[in-house]
């Protein structure tokens, strides 16, 4: 069954450091998010991306933020300069934009501590 | 933001029985419901789902029900078992917002031999 896959697993960072983080989406899928849950938290959306472009924004997704396909089969979620506070589970999930465009299907998750 | 909250943050049920939880949200704008299932470090497994023009989908042991004029949906599971515990996402999709999700808080479903 495909799936979305998620790397690395976990990173550890210092504050101010720039970090990367890498999917490879369900082969046929158009659409593609990103999301993250802080600890003890809710799962919050933060970007999603149709077309080359980014369809809609958070306010979390601020200019510290940027999102990339640069081939044909990942998609990056790039911090800048990263804070404390961006310690979190990110999500990276993607839908096929036919029929099933609704179901959004996750990856495992990328654990960012920020030191 | 409490746009869409799961009230009970945990549920005891003894296998073999119904176990029925629960989501309310605040926006007419929402035009999809998912339901996710989710272990600890992995990310939400996708359920089942209801769009806002029905009210009840159903899937094997799963089943949906929306009450749109109560702005209140439900999940239930029958019969229950032990592998079905985990944390239950409820999510609604806004209309025409590039997909986003808004997540409720989850419920911790336990579910006994």
């Known amino acids: 069954e495909p799936e979305v896959t998620q790397t690395p697993s976990h990173q550890v960072t210092q504050m101010g450091q720039e970090v990367i983080l890498r999917c490879v989406p369900i082969?046929?899928?158009?659409?593609f998010y990103w999301y993250r849950q802080i600890l003890g938290q809710k799962v919050e959306f933060l970007v999603s991306f149709y077309n080359n472009e980014i369809s809609e924004k958070s306010e979390i997704f601020d200019d510290q933020f940027s999102v990339e396909r640069p081939d044909g089969s990942n998609f990056t979620l790039k911090i800048r300069s990263t804070k404390l506070e961006d310690s979190a589970m990110y999500f990276c999930?993607?839908?096929?934009?036919?029929?099933?465009?609704?179901?959004?299907?996750f990856g495992p998750g990328t654990r960012l501590l920020v030191l | 933001d409490q746009q869409v909250k799961q009230n009970s943050p945990s549920l005891r049920v003894q296998e073999g029985r119904i176990s029925i939880l629960n989501c309310d949200y605040t926006n007419s704008m929402f035009d999809y419901f998912l339901w996710y299932k989710k272990y600890p470090a992995e990310g939400p497994t996708f359920l089942i789902s209801i769009s806002s023009i029905k009210d009840k989908n159903e899937d094997g042991r799963f089943t949906v029900f929306l009450n749109k004029s109560a702005k209140h949906l439900s999940l239930h599971i029958v019969p229950s078992q032990p592998g079905d515990s985990a944390v239950y996402f409820c999510?609604?999709?806004?209309?025409?917002?590039?997909?986003?999700?808004?997540f409720g808080q989850g419920t911790e479903l336990s579910v006994k031999p």
């Open positions: 999510a609604a999709r806004f209309y025409n917002q590039g997909g986003k999700l808004i």
């Open positions: 999930a993607s839908s096929d934009g036919l029929a099933n465009q609704e179901t959004q299907y």
């Open positions: 082969s046929n899928h158009l659409y």
